[in-house]
């Protein structure tokens, strides 16, 4: 064991920059493989975890490799660059591993792999994607994970892929090594500038982000379900490839005895890596990567437990190593990061507090300008910025934002009225009457469509009123021949459930659990009946078994619901 030293102002400004504004790091310990030819795509598809044949030019996915017993041999991300191409991205200790298995298995198809000679730059943060914009003027960037797109830079050709590695919004230029130089000079020119993050930064905000990297926090040894890559890496539709059927087996009949979540450690020790975690003298888990969360301003470790200690927010009082540890199992990640569209409220929030505050308008002018640049479709923030620009008789600039809020949305009835006023200001009485006339028309035009709304959802509401009537009375003929039938009760609970018959719900969906202890989806269902008949006690105990059958079985997405439900009505107790 050590103990973790202090953090020094730069460390911690790194990992704030990355949250906040944007970081840029060489990407040295990742490479990227060509894949060419007519039948790549069809290859990649009978040996990888995922169906990449789904793939559209500029797409890309997450993936990976595994042999007969489903034991991860390496983990990458595939993006199509044309219709034939494909660029393989893909940790530089894996890079040798990879070809040698891909060529292993390559006999006739028409498709070479090559290692290329190029440099990777990685930007991350919610305004990454903002200084890239004014480096690659005038062309379109990307924005899904793992999209993907060629852009040109003089007469030089940069790939750019989104991938996040540190839980943020983030982008990777791949380019030859002689622009390195003007590229890390175009982005230094943004105002204020991206920060430079070393190793030890990029290490927190990857493990906050929850993200395993191979070799340290999974190898060889490792099914690919225990660390869990199946939930972004893996299609369970798609036809073979080497190691399908331990893992759609593992799907269907449950989870693997140990998988990867998250710990939080009391006190500043950090828990040696690859130690054994124990509860008395039985193991429970092993150690992985451990940190000192900046953001959480606490220890905290990816681990692998066991399934009967997988539920998240238990503390539990264990040993690592012999040595006396107190820790508190939580979901990955331990860091959730915000949209720009979060972002840019966030920001816009905070402009209006210090309007409140203070009588100079300058910072939170400058603060709502950050804001539509974050998020230029963000409305409230063109108003206040509207707003506070005429305050400072600079009317032609808050008319000029009003103008280009009506090209972003023309229906924006704000936007109008605004400039009926700003014009009037400025008796500028026939544009100012325009606008006013705009207004009342899209006023008047909205007030028709949310009535023929408010009818077309009435006759919906009736035609699906009929169509459950008619599922309840299904339901009901099946229960009459077998009284737990699963899809009958679950059915009927949830039919329950959405109209309103809420103690109706209560019976059907007590009589799965029952009967069904593993059925995660339906202790969410009557966690949410019990909700809605504002019985919390009862929709906490529901949702803390769910969450304990959840984990066991490996269901995130219902685990993840319940626990922010039971954590909400923890709040409100």
Known sequence: MKSLLPMTYTFQTEVDQV????????????????????????FLQSQTTNDVLQLQIGQGQNSAVTDRQARLIANFSIHRMGEDEALILVETSLKEILLNHLESYHFREEVEFIALDSQLLALQGPKSSLILERVFEQQNLPDKPNDTINLALGEHKVELIVKSLTGEEGQILCFPAELEDKITQLILKSDPPPIKVNEVAREVLRIEAGIPIYDKDMDKKNILPETGLEHTSVSYNKGCYIGQEVIARIKTYGAPNFALMGLIVEGVITPPYNGILKLGDKKIGTIKSSVRSVTLDKVVTLA????????????????????????KTCLLPFYQAQTRKDYSNKILHQALQLYKEQDDLNQPIALLRESIELDPKNADAYEAL???LAKQDKLDEAISLMKRLVEINPQEIMAHTNLSVYYMKQNRIEDAEFEKAE???????KAIEKNMAKKLKKKEEEQKKKEMEERVGMFKQVLEIDPIDQVANFGLGSIYLETGRYEEGLEPLKTVIEAYRDYSAAYLLLGKTWEKLSNKEEAIATYKKGIAAASKKGDLMPLKDMQNRMNQLLQSL
């Not at 949250?19 to 790549?40: M, Q």
């Not at 200690?309 to 503390?315: L, T, V």
Request: with cysteine; glycine share 6%.
């Open 19 to 42: 949250r906040n504004h944007c970081g840029y790091f060489p990407l040295e310990d990742w490479c990227v493989i060509s894949a060419k030819g007519k039948e790549t795509f069809t």
């Open 439 to 445: 207004a009342t028309a899209l006023q008047f035009e």
């Open 304 to 327: 692998y437990l066991h399934k009967e200690h997988r539920s998240p927010d238990i503390e539990l009082e264990a040993t690592i190593d012999d040595k006396p540890f107190k820790v």
């Open 386 to 388: 509207g707003v506070f």
